[in-house]
């Protein structure tokens, strides 16, 4: 009964505070429209910033892999689940990402919590943008190396604290795209400090990767630095890609050294290899459907567009698929998505701990899945939702 007590005062006190959170369990595939409890709803929540998740060439090759490979890897990597499905994939992240080798990883949240903490110790340093992702800061804690955090895109905050503090290793870790925001990080200004004080430097793309850049190879491509630049790039296969996963891509070193080390690779189980085998298919759609992500950056200029004319609170990510729309109190946030929930539209509410204290908000995702009508009606109904909300 103790135990009851205490997880039910943690609960109450979560909804007090408007920090409570539910899920919305739906029917079917991830596209912009989702069955919930037998009504459809228009959808602005989801990372499948191309719209390939639920793409009938991808839901095919996925197919033809169930034949040869069944369902399960049934063993971690290093034991006996990586087939030459995980290899073909790791060969072509490797050479989508220009880079000598990639390794995979069940997780994005796994991918950073191995690669820091196979990299460093008590020993090391590492310097951290204040809005990294939470997997982030935990494959930092997890380390146990000293974590110091910088002000957000502050590269001068971050030059007086490599230079005050030395150390056998450091290394400087960001978010390419921000994933609450929608900006990007100053990378060519980290990539100048990083080399001037001989730290070295990991970035987090993965909301960037098949969304920026000329040939969507993302913040990187979009900055033109190379593996010389960054040497370590870290990426996901669930938002743009579709599908499911992440990875690393460096320099041979780089990826053997954390096959030896990453205890999030060694210690689990291998993504089933019919995935990866979806996930190539994906890769040479996203390169080849230019056209994806020139729909998307127009849907959204379009949405920026009217957000103006409406006078709705927008922030500068004029060049990637998130769209927050800052309300401040969590209380806010959460009537303005209920609201729209009650009008068939469905757009998630951001609070803290997820973002600072005070910024609360709608984080409006948009996919080359999408049509303009679509987001017209979005538009039409934040506004409305808006006049009626006096939290």
Known sequence: MILETYLHSILAQRKAEGLYRKRHTHQGAQTPTLLIDGKTYLSFCSNDYLGLAAYPEIIHALSQSAEKYGVGSGAAHLISGHSTAHQALESALAHYTGRARALLFSTGYMANLGIISGLLGRDDLIFMDKLNHASLLDGALLARAKLLRYPH?????????????????????TDGVFSMDGTLAPLPE??????????????????????LGAHGRGSLEHHQLDSEAVPILMGTLGKAFGVFGAFVAGSDALIETLIQTARSYIYTTA?????????????QIADKDQWRRDKLQALVNQFRSGAEQLGLPLTGSALTPIQPLILGKPERATALSEALY???????????????????RLRVTLSAAHEPEQVETLLYHLSDCLKHIHV
Do not use: Y
């Open 271 to 283: 993504l089933p290899p019919v995935l990866a085998d979806a996930t190539r298919t994906s890769l």
């Open 190 to 211: 980290l990539v100048a400090v990083a080399q001037r004080h001989n730290a070295w430097l990991m970035v987090d793309d993965a909301h960037g990767l098949g969304v």
């Open 342 to 360: 009650t009008r068939g539209i469905l757009v998630t509410a951001i609070r803290p701990p997820t973002v600072p204290e005070g910024t609360a």
């Open 153 to 173: 895109a502050d590269v001068a905050a971050l030059d007086r604290l490599l230079q005050a503090n030395p150390a056998r290793h450091r290394l400087v870790v």
